[in-house]
């Protein structure tokens, strides 16, 4: 177990970089998310939901395998495998520089991530859980910045991928981002994204993301292949087991 950091390096970490979860891939399926960094303040309902990505097993969050009912194009069923959970890396390594620059505000407190193929082994999508030192006006205000500035449907801002070698998304780099999402939570202090692509490496030259890659009649290649549902779709059960798990934590607080 790590020492647990002075509130000066907590303040310093909090302004500039997340420090990433340390987990590996499949071979650690049921081991505990740990890290040595502490809440900032007491801030409510956010206290007990910054605490999750240490204490919760990595299944609970990331699960093996997904069922993803009614979650493909004209309501088909899907079902997503995890192939990879990310290891320790710091913001740099996980969005690009103006991406980074967008979530600052909030702060950097732990991100979590992991990769999933679908059924098929054809497409590949990593999710993430970005947890910030951020209250909840800050959430809040984010997630209007993004909303009325469409920061969530720029190229420019789509998170990256996580490609692991020795897996069907080795070859899954920022040229292979076909589709994303990305939600900013404004009763947790967490960002949700998820970012989808082919398992076969090709590069994508028009990037959708998954809002209007999911409309009726998109022509795209990410809306032809069926990419904006395979990003919206885990995102969205991601974010629901988050929610159910953070919901059950205050459950067993009370």
């Given at each position: ?14 302004t500039?970089?997340v ?12 081991s ?7 809440a ?11 605490q ?7 299944d ?8 993803g009912e009614?979650a493909?194009p ?24 103006l ?22 082994r054809?497409?590949v ?6 947890f910030?030192?951020?209250d909840s006006a ?15 449907t ?10 692991a070698?020795g ?9 292979q981002?076909a589709?994303?999402?990305l ?22 030259t028009e ?11 998109a ?6 292949a069926?990419?904006?549902?395979e ?24």
């Open positions: 177990m790590r020492t647990r950091p002075s509130r000066s390096r907590a303040l310093a970490a909090a500039c970089v420090l990433g979860l340390g987990l590996i891939g499949g071979a650690v399926t049921g505990w998310l740990t890290g040595d960094a502490d900032d303040g007491d801030r409510g309902g956010f206290a007990a939901a910054e999750l990505w240490h204490s919760v097993p990595v609970q969050l990331f699960p093996r395998t997904v069922d009614g493909g004209g309501g088909a069923d899907r079902t997503w495998t995890r192939i990879a959970v990310a290891p320790d890396s710091r913001c740099r390594d996980a969005f690009d520089p991406l980074r620059k967008a979530l600052a505000p909030v702060g950097c407190l732990r991100l979590l991530r992991a990769t999933y193929t679908d059924a098929t054809s497409h999508t990593t999710v993430g859980l970005l910030t030192t951020a800050a959430m809040s205000s984010l997630k209007s910045r993004f909303g009325k500035e469409g920061l969530d720029r190229t420019d801002l789509m998170p990256l991928p996580y490609a070698k897996t069907v998304a080795a070859g899954f780099g920022a040229g981002r589709s994303w999402t939600s900013v939570l404004t009763d947790a202090p967490v960002v949700v994204y998820a970012v989808s692509g082919f398992a076969d490496g090709r590069t994508i990037p959708q993301p998954a809002e209007e890659a999911m409309k009726p009649g022509t795209t290649t990410p809306a032809q069926g990419l904006g549902h990003a919206q779709g885990l995102a969205d059960r991601v974010e629901r087991r988050f929610r159910k798990t953070v919901a059950s934590a205050g459950d067993d607080a009370s």
